[in-house]
T-cell receptor, first 114, second 113 residues
Framework: KAGVTQTPRYLIKTRGQQVTLSCSPI?????VSWYQQTPGQGLQFLFE???????NKGNFPGRFSGRQFSNSRSEMNVSTLELGDSALYLC?????????????FGPGTRLTVL | AQSVSQHNHHVILSEAASLELGCNYS??????LFWYVQYPGQHLQLLLK??????LVKGIKGFEAEFIKSKFSFNLRKPSVQWSDTAEYFC???????????FGIGTKLQVIP
C-alpha cells in the first residue's frame, strides 16, 4: 500500500497570504489528523476528520481550518499567515476501527512565512 | 487538559550504553500509549504501543516500554543503543474512544560511535 502523501512538500509564503495543504491518506483509512511541528513545541494537534466530519479540534485560532472529502483526502487551510505559522505540517491517517488505531504519518509540508 | 511530559529533551549516549527516556501523562482514565520515532530525514513512525494487557510492551529494533499506571508513566528503554538509533523520540497518549492524540515535546537522542 502507498503511504500517506502530502503536497506540496515545501511552501514559501508572505505574511497575510493564505495557504492550502493537501493530504492523501493510506487507502482504506478514513481518519485524517493534522499536526503542527515546531522545534521546542513538538507536535501540536490541529484537527481530526473522520468520514468528512471534524471529530476533534485543537487549540488553534480560526485562521486554521480543514475539510475532508468523500475519498478521505483532506486539506487544511491557513488564512492571513503570520510569521509564527512557519512550521512542518504533518498529516496522519489511521484505520477506521478507531479507538486504538495507530497513526501513519506523511512526510509533511514545510511552510515558511516571510 | 491532558498533557504529556518528556523529561529529557536532548540525550547523548555512547554506543552500547543503556537508554531510558521518561514519559509521564496527566490523564487518570483509560489511555492508549505510544512511542513514535523520527529518524533524520524520515517520517514519524510507530515504535511501540500499549492498549491493554501486559504492561511491558516490546517494539521494533529492540525497544521496550513499561506502563506503570500508578505513576502515570510509560518510559522507553533499550539495553544497548546503536548509532542508528540517533533520532527524535515522541511519547503520545490517547484517551479511550475517539479522542485526539496528545504528543510530548520530543527527545532528541544522539548516539556517538
Amino acid at each position: 500500500k502507498a503511504g500517506v502523501t502530502q503536497t506540496p512538500r515545501y511552501l514559501i509564503k508572505t505574511r497575510g497570504q493564505q495557504v492550502t495543504l493537501s493530504c492523501s491518506p493510506i487507502s482504506g483509512h478514513r481518519s485524517v489528523s493534522w499536526y503542527q511541528q515546531t522545534p521546542g513545541q513538538g507536535l501540536q494537534f490541529l484537527f481530526e476528520y473522520f468520514s468528512e466530519t471534524q471529530r476533534n479540534k485543537g487549540n488553534f485560532p480560526g485562521r486554521f481550518s480543514g475539510r475532508q472529502f468523500s475519498n478521505s483526502r483532506s486539506e487544511m487551510n491557513v488564512s492571513t499567515l503570520e510569521l509564527g505559522d512557519s512550521a512542518l505540517y504533518l498529516c496522519a491517517s489511521s484505520h477506521p476501527k478507531g479507538g486504538t488505531d495507530t497513526q501513519y504519518f506523511g512526510p509533511g509540508t514545510r511552510l515558511t512565512v516571510l | 487538559a491532558q498533557s504529556v511530559s518528556q523529561h529529557n529533551h536532548h540525550v547523548i549516549l555512547s554506543e552500547a550504553a543503556s537508554l531510558e527516556l521518561g514519559c509521564n501523562y496527566s490523564y487518570g482514565g483509560t489511555v492508549n500509549l505510544f512511542w513514535y520515532v523520527q529518524y533524520p530525514g524520515q517520517h514519524l513512525q510507530l515504535l511501540l504501543k500499549y492498549f491493554s494487557g501486559d504492561p511491558l510492551v516490546k517494539g521494533i529494533k529492540g525497544f521496550e516500554a513499561e506502563f506503570i499506571k500508578s505513576k502515570f508513566s510509560f518510559n522507553l528503554r533499550k539495553p544497548s543503543v546503536q548509532w542508528s538509533d540517533t533520532a527524535e523520540y515522541f511519547c503520545a497518549v490517547k484517551r479511550g474512544g475517539y479522542q485526539k492524540v496528545t504528543f510530548g515535546i520530543g527527545t532528541k537522542l544522539q548516539v556517538i560511535p
